[in-house]
């Protein structure tokens, strides 16, 4: 069983920068393709960004494309979410997803292992 931590979310004006990370807990014996989604109130979770296991191939949700970048760690099954040019729209818990596979992946019953996810909060 694999745990993931997400970390870097917080309150920040419009127009403001954060960036996501996540990583397992524990050791991971496999490289995986991983994914970050996020969920506002009374929404369900949605796709935000994807990179296959060996980060050489991304794909966004259009309503992030050219403001949010993902990219994978150096550490083994790490991954970061650049987030700029903030929108009070991107307020969410954004969560991480992890999983075996070749390709990237978008939805959400795709993945196998989540983290408990982060809160980011853009004020206008």
């Known amino acids: 069983q694999v745990q993931l931590v997400e970390s870097g979310g917080g309150l920040v004006q419009a127009g403001g920068s954060l960036r996501l990370s996540c990583a397992p807990s524990g050791r991971t014996d496999n490289n995986y393709a991983m994914g970050w989604f996020r969920q506002a109130p009374g929404k369900e979770r949605e796709f935000v960004a994807a990179?296959?296991?060996?980060?050489?191939?991304?794909y966004y949700a259009n309503s992030v494309k050219g403001r949010f970048t993902i990219s994978k760690g150096n550490a083994k099954n790490t991954v970061y979410l650049q987030m700029n040019s903030l929108e009070p729209e991107d307020t969410a818990v954004y969560y991480c997803g992890a999983r075996s596979g070749s390709s990237y992946y978008i939805i959400v019953d795709e993945y196998d292992y989540w983290g408990q996810g982060t809160q980011v909060t853009v004020s206008s």
């Open positions: 990179i296959n296991w060996s980060g050489d191939t991304l």
